[in-house]
Nanobody, 125 residues
Framework: QVQLVESGGGLVQAGGSLRLSCAAS????????VGWFRQAPGKEREFVAA????????YYVDSVKGRFTISRDNAKYTVYLQMNSLKPEDTAVYYC??????????????????WGQGTRVTVSS
């Protein structure tokens, strides 16, 4: 069972950038698709982006396209979420998730098997 640990959250002004990291505990991580989700206060957890096991394919929710980039370094068992041009509405706890599958474009939380504990991102206006 893979364990995931997010880091990189913090407080940033609107228009700024942050890079989140999702580090895995297991070398089999390179076989997993990985997704990023976020949950704002009082709202349901929502899909943000996903990447396939090899890193060659990515999928984004429309609201972050052109601002966020998901990437991975399988040699470091780590997936990244580079967030640029941040907006106050990006404020949320960000979670990474993994599934042992070739398929990666799943936006439902129920489709992902493993979750990290989350890292908080706050964007001030």
């Amino acid at each position: 069972q893979v364990q995931l640990v997010e880091s990189g959250g913090g407080l940033v002004q609107a228009g700024g950038s942050l890079r989140l990291s999702c580090a895995a505990s297991d070398r089999t991580f390179s076989n997993y698709a990985v997704g990023w989700f976020r949950q704002a206060p009082g709202k349901e957890r929502e899909f943000v982006a996903a990447i396939n096991f090899g890193g060659g394919s990515q999928y984004y929710v429309d609201s972050v396209k052109g601002r966020f980039t998901i990437s991975r370094d399988n040699a470091k068992y780590t997936v990244y979420l580079q967030m640029n041009s941040l907006k106050p509405e990006d404020t949320a706890v960000y979670y990474c998730a993994a599934r042992d599958s070739v398929s990666y474009y799943y936006t439902s939380t129920a489709s992902w098997d493993y979750w990290g504990q989350g890292t908080r991102v706050t964007v001030s206006s």
